[in-house]
């Protein structure tokens, strides 16, 4: 199954999508419908007004999470062709949720930061209350999955060794299109192919079946530290071909159009846009 958040004339509606229609569940977003204890059920049964997919307005796919959680150097072939050692445990830093966007939304490029760069990343969205979770119990709390790109601005994220105020600037990280969930027959769990494209360029190619710490182990090792939530998520980490490893270094500009794809669960479309103040 595969649900959406769209933006309507009435506000938001959390949406499942039928091929190319969508219809809407009575709730407002996403996240409102993975509050509920039997949302798959409400999901499943939705017969709400009707959207043609090709004309819908994708809001985040969950717009307000109550936490977004995301891991650093979690790709074996990127960590080892940098000389690092693979970590024996996840590198985790937060997102707010002022940070995200919409699938086919503008990345605002701040006008602090010279230095914004792509992170094309799989997005784990959590189903149930999750607290002190084994890995093998830890697929039943997952809704499902979406597509996210860590925007980043590398010159504030290096100004100290913490990397929050290089990671959540505003309206920089789509997230969306859909949530595809756990159970889609569509969705080959092993193997994912994620692409990121920068003005039609291949930037960044890899399988989440190189993710060193995948979406169960995440799962389980932060539950050790709080409760995940219906709707928070966990953005699993990015591959090589990031802008500011490149010789020269390259970063995002003014009219960039970034595209990020994961096979089964759908692609992002991005211009970027240069922050006007005033």
């Given at each position: 199954m595969k649900l959406a958040t769209l933006r309507t004339a009435d506000g938001t509606a959390a949406v499942r999508v039928d091929g190319t229609r969508a219809v809407e569940t009575g709730l407002p977003d996403v996240g409102a419908l993975l509050a509920l204890p039997g949302w798959k059920d409400v999901a499943a049964a939705a017969s709400g007004p009707e959207h043609a997919l090709d004309e819908a307005d994708f809001a985040p796919v969950v717009p307000r999470p109550g936490k977004i959680i995301c891991v650093g150097l979690n790709y074996r072939r990127h960590i080892l062709e940098m000389g690092r050692d693979l970590p024996e445990h996840p590198t985790l830093f937060a997102k707010f949720a002022s940070s995200l966007i919409g699938a086919a939304d503008d990345i605002v490029l701040p006008w602090a930061s010279d230095?914004?760069?792509?992170?094309?990343?799989?997005?784990?969205?959590?189903?149930?209350?999750?607290?002190?979770?084994?890995?093998?119990?830890?697929?039943?709390?997952?809704?499902?999955?979406?597509?996210?790109?860590?925007?980043?601005?590398?010159?504030?994220?290096?100004?100290?060794?913490?990397?929050?105020?290089?990671?959540?600037?505003e309206?920089?990280?789509?997230?969306?299109?859909?949530?595809?969930?756990?159970?889609?027959?569509?969705?080959?769990?092993?193997?994912?192919?994620?692409?990121?494209?920068?003005?039609?360029?291949?930037?960044?190619?890899?399988?989440?079946?190189?993710?060193?710490?995948?979406?169960?182990?995440?799962?389980?090792?932060?539950?050790?530290?709080?409760?995940?939530?219906?709707?928070?998520?966990?953005?699993?980490?990015?591959?090589?071909?990031?802008?500011?490893?490149?010789?020269?270094?390259?970063?995002?500009?003014?009219?960039?159009?970034?595209?990020?794809?994961?096979?089964?669960?759908?692609?992002?479309?991005?211009?970027?846009?240069?922050?006007?103040?005033?």
């Amino acid at each position: 199954m595969k649900l959406a958040t769209l933006r309507t004339a009435d506000g938001t509606a959390a949406v499942r999508v039928d091929g190319t229609r969508a219809v809407e569940t009575g709730l407002p977003d996403v996240g409102a419908l993975l509050a509920l204890p039997g949302w798959k059920d409400v999901a499943a049964a939705a017969s709400g007004p009707e959207h043609a997919l090709d004309e819908a307005d994708f809001a985040p796919v969950v717009p307000r999470p109550g936490k977004i959680i995301c891991v650093g150097l979690n790709y074996r072939r990127h960590i080892l062709e940098m000389g690092r050692d693979l970590p024996e445990h996840p590198t985790l830093f937060a997102k707010f949720a002022s940070s995200l966007i919409g699938a086919a939304d503008d990345i605002v490029l701040p006008w602090a930061s010279d230095a914004m760069d792509w992170e094309g990343e799989l997005a784990v969205v959590i189903g149930s209350p999750a607290r002190h979770i084994r890995p093998e119990d830890a697929a039943r709390h997952i809704a499902g999955y979406a597509v996210l790109n860590d925007v980043t601005a590398r010159d504030w994220q290096f100004r100290t060794r913490e990397w929050l105020q290089g990671k959540t600037f505003e309206a920089t990280t789509p997230l969306g299109p859909v949530l595809v969930t756990e159970d889609d027959p569509g969705l080959d769990r092993g193997s994912m192919e994620l692409l990121c494209e920068v003005d039609g360029q291949v930037v960044q190619r890899a399988d989440t079946a190189d993710l060193v710490f995948g979406p169960e182990t995440l799962v389980s090792y932060i539950s050790t530290v709080l409760t995940l939530e219906p709707g928070d998520v966990i953005a699993t980490g990015t591959p090589g071909g990031v802008g500011h490893a490149r010789t020269p270094q390259r970063y995002l500009t003014d009219g960039s159009v970034v595209t990020t794809r994961i096979s089964g669960i759908g692609e992002l479309r991005n211009v970027c846009r240069a922050e006007k103040l005033g």
